[in-house]
């Protein structure tokens, strides 16, 4: 005779088996509306180098609460945060974290988030995401025309930079007030003297002052990243000599 099986041990059986599928559909629910990031990246679309100015985008992977995310910059830097591509109110894909204050050349970033939640109530641990901006170009090089250390007052004067020039400015001017005109292809500049060439002196100065924030822009009250001064050499040229030697 078959010996009949107890109800409590098959309601136990039922409430395990139901138990294990409940945590296999939680476990698939868990996995379909996952968050996480998509991608992380500056707004010119790079990885990990932050230019000074930008913002930081952040793309999640299903729609987050807004109110939920809790964002900081690190070290202490205050920024604001802004979200695209809003799905429902209150509910978005993108958040973009941009400085309110200037970030110094050459430092690292830290952008922290805490309090991820999804519209379908996944969540996500603290983040941390590490940036570093780029760091200040240095001038490389001073030059003459032909290379030589004392420069005629016809001369081009060449200044080489030894670092990306992409995002800054800068300002050339001589101790003497002579006015220079400046044409740049990459991290190279040429300066040409153009007006009160008779103000130049054997020991004048070359001001270089570097500024945040690319050309075109008004510089006026702005403070410079920094500034070097450069003593340039200038012989003038002798026109009566350069008379004697001309071919009749």
Same mark, same amino acid.
């Given at each position: 005779?078959?010996?009949?099986?107890?109800?409590?041990?098959?309601?136990?059986?039922?409430?395990?088996?139901?138990?294990?599928?409940?945590?296999?559909?939680? *476990?698939?629910?868990?996995?379909?509306?996952?968050?996480?990031? !998509? %991608?992380?990246?500056?707004?010119?679309?790079?990885?990990? &180098?932050?230019?000074?100015?930008? +913002?930081?985008?952040?793309?999640?992977?299903?729609?987050?609460?807004?109110?939920?995310? /809790?964002?900081?910059?690190? $070290? @202490? /830097?205050?920024?604001?945060? %802004?979200?695209?591509?809003?799905?429902?109110? +209150?509910?978005?894909? !993108?958040?973009?974290?941009?400085?309110?204050? =200037?970030?110094?050349? +050459?430092?690292?970033?830290?952008? %922290?988030?805490?309090?991820?939640?999804?519209?379908? +109530?996944?969540?996500?641990?603290?983040?941390?995401?590490?940036?570093?901006?780029?760091?200040?170009? %240095?001038?490389?090089?001073?030059?003459?025309?032909?290379?030589?250390?004392?420069?005629?007052?016809?001369?081009?004067?060449?200044? !080489?930079?030894?670092?990306?020039?992409?995002?800054?400015?800068?300002?050339?001017?001589?101790?003497?007030?002579?006015? *220079?005109?400046?044409?740049?292809?990459?991290?190279?500049? &040429?300066?040409? $003297?153009?007006?009160?060439?008779?103000?130049? !002196?054997?020991?004048?100065?070359?001001?270089?002052? *570097?500024?945040?924030?690319? @050309?075109?822009?008004?510089?006026?009250?702005?403070?410079?990243?920094?500034?070097?001064?450069?003593?340039? =050499?200038?012989?003038?040229?002798?026109?009566?000599?350069?008379?004697?030697?001309?071919? &009749?």
């Amino acid at each position: 005779m078959a010996k009949r099986i107890g109800w409590p041990f098959a309601v136990f059986v039922i409430a395990g088996t139901l138990s294990g599928f409940l945590g296999l559909l939680f *476990l698939g629910y868990q996995e379909l509306f996952a968050v996480y990031e !998509t %991608s992380v990246q500056t707004e010119g679309g790079v990885p990990d &180098e932050l230019e000074l100015g930008e +913002g930081i985008v952040v793309t999640f992977s299903v729609p987050v609460q807004q109110a939920s995310v /809790i964002s900081a910059l690190h $070290p @202490n /830097i205050e920024s604001t945060i %802004s979200w695209d591509h809003e799905v429902i109110e +209150g509910y978005a894909t !993108t958040l973009t974290v941009t400085p309110t204050e =200037s970030v110094r050349a +050459g430092e690292s970033v830290v952008l %922290s988030l805490n309090g991820i939640r999804s519209l379908f +109530g996944t969540t996500l641990p603290e983040r941390l995401y590490a940036f570093r901006t780029r760091p200040i170009p %240095s001038v490389a090089q001073i030059q003459c025309g032909d290379g030589v250390t004392d420069c005629l007052a016809t001369d081009t004067l060449t200044v !080489t930079w030894d670092g990306s020039f992409d995002y800054a400015a800068a300002t050339y001017a001589l101790k003497s007030e002579t006015l *220079l005109s400046a044409s740049q292809q990459g991290n190279v500049v &040429e300066l040409t $003297p153009t007006r009160n060439t008779e103000d130049l !002196t054997d020991r004048d100065i070359l001001i270089i002052r *570097l500024f945040e924030g690319k @050309n075109g822009g008004t510089l006026i009250g702005r403070t410079p990243l920094w500034e070097e001064q450069f003593p340039i =050499s200038f012989a003038q040229v002798d026109n009566n000599e350069e008379k004697k030697n001309s071919p &009749e």
